[in-house]
């Protein structure tokens, strides 16, 4: 990997300032991002105190364009968090020094996005073409307070209207790729050789060691909402692992019924007014798992029924019309009552409202239909009524039976 070297300022910075270095700027002991990135104005961008001490014993191994052998080397790195994709920790220039990707050092972002506890993120679940969007904003460390070199506090931006940086990971280990920006000192940032078209001559990419666990993604997509007594489809068919093959899901729940747990689309039946939590846990080729969750609210409908005439028109007398009611509210509970009005004001049926002409308590065959006959002796339109209970609910509907005089016997009179 051909680098422009620094390695004279390089050297003063950690001998002159290594206490500092030490005791004030650390990244932590897991860096899984490393390798350069490059600027036209302040040159090479360290990733991780592995360029240069790859054996971690905190002193530089004189790799080209590092300090000399023995130079003590801070342990300082940027890191990318699973499943969140978050960034922390801090990369190392020679031209301005530290970068941070902290929030704690800088406070907030001078625009959006703004993600409130931290300051860049990788978009793990969204990577069209295996392209994986990095937002947000990182910062020069000595620009905090120092308004006169860096009018526009050091920020830099990772994406914007032109410009962006993304990982790909079909890579292996991922890529970044593409363009930073801050409006200062370093102005354009570029995260992997082919940016510029310079592979040829001057290899370098930031790199990210994304394992098993890292890449595969694990989602159950939700918020689910259904009633008392329907399946709901629940759906992880978004989960996804980018360097491997998922081999196993598996859905449990907080309550309720689950149906084919083991299947990318199981079905869920709850309770009315109840919210449950369904996990999935997703397997992939290589043993490792990721999980996520998804609320499951089981929302109470109101009570709803439909009344049918058939037949609904004919001449008097019209008899045995049948008059049935269907619930149309799904449910669990039974039909309590179907109290049935009488035929419309002039039919022969003597059951009157509000007198329960079914009782459908224990059998499961009547919970949403019931039947009614009624006869018709006279004309006229007669509009009559079923009032449903279900569960302390009520409901009623209507239906109309119009009947007309049939014309009289025609008789031939034989003329005069």
């Not at 801090?90 to 959006?112: D, E, H, L």
């Not at 931006?157 to 990982?167: A, D, H, N, Q, W």
């Not at 007398?317 to 799904?330: C, K």
Request: net charge negative; aromatic share 12%; charged share 15%.
């Amino acid at each position: 990997m051909k680098k422009i070297s620094f390695l004279t300022i390089i050297a003063l910075f950690f001998v002159f300032s290594v206490v500092f270095i030490v005791t004030e700027i650390k990244a932590g002991s897991e860096h899984n991002v490393y390798s350069w990135a490059w600027s036209n104005n302040i040159g090479w961008i360290s990733f991780n105190s592995t360029n240069c001490d790859p054996d971690g014993d905190g002193l530089s191994d004189g790799i080209t364009d590092c300090p000399s052998v023995g130079t003590p080397i801070a342990n300082y790195g940027v890191n990318i968090a699973q499943p969140s994709g978050e960034f922390s920790g801090y990369t190392w220039s020679s031209g301005i020094g530290w970068i941070t990707f902290n929030r704690a050092n800088t406070g907030p972002p001078p625009a959006a996005p703004d993600y409130g506890t931290h300051l860049a993120q990788v978009d793990l679940t969204n990577c069209p073409d295996n392209k994986c969007p990095v937002s947000g904003w990182a910062r020069v460390y000595s620009a905090i307070g120092d308004s006169t070199n860096w009018p526009n506090g050091g920020w830099i931006k990772l994406r914007g209207p032109t410009y962006e940086v993304s990982i790909d990971m079909s890579k292996n280990p991922a890529e970044f790729e593409g363009w930073a920006w801050e409006w200062d000192v370093i102005g354009w940032l570029s995260f992997n050789c082919k940016n510029r078209g310079s592979c040829e001559t001057v290899d370098y990419k930031v790199l990210v060691s994304l394992g098993p666990d890292d890449s595969l993604v694990c989602d159950a997509d939700g918020p689910y909402s259904g009633v008392e007594g329907q399946p709901i489809t629940l759906d992880g068919s978004g989960s996804s692992d980018l360097d491997g093959t998922i081999e196993s899901y598996s859905w449990t729940c907080t309550g309720g019924t689950l149906t084919n747990p083991d299947t990318v689309q199981p079905t869920f039946t709850g309770s009315v007014g109840s919210s449950y939590t369904c996990t999935l846990t997703v397997t992939n080729d290589g043993g490792a798992s990721a999980s996520c969750d998804a609320t499951v609210t089981i929302i109470d409908l109101p009570l709803a029924v439909v009344l049918s005439a058939d037949p609904y028109f004919g001449l008097v007398p019209l008899e045995d019309v049948d008059l049935e009611a269907s619930v149309l509210t799904p449910g669990t509970e039974l039909i309590d009552y179907y109290f049935w009005c009488d035929c419309g004001y002039g039919g022969t049926d003597p059951v009157q409202c509000g007198t329960p002409a079914l009782q459908v308590d224990g059998h499961p065959e009547n919970f949403y239909n019931a039947v009614d006959i009624c006869d018709y002796e006279t004309k006229g339109i007669f509009t009559t009524k079923v009032i449903v209970q279900r569960d302390g609910k009520w409901a009623q509907a209507q239906a109309t039976v119009s009947t007309i005089l049939s014309l009289p016997d025609w008789i031939e009179i034989i003329p005069f």
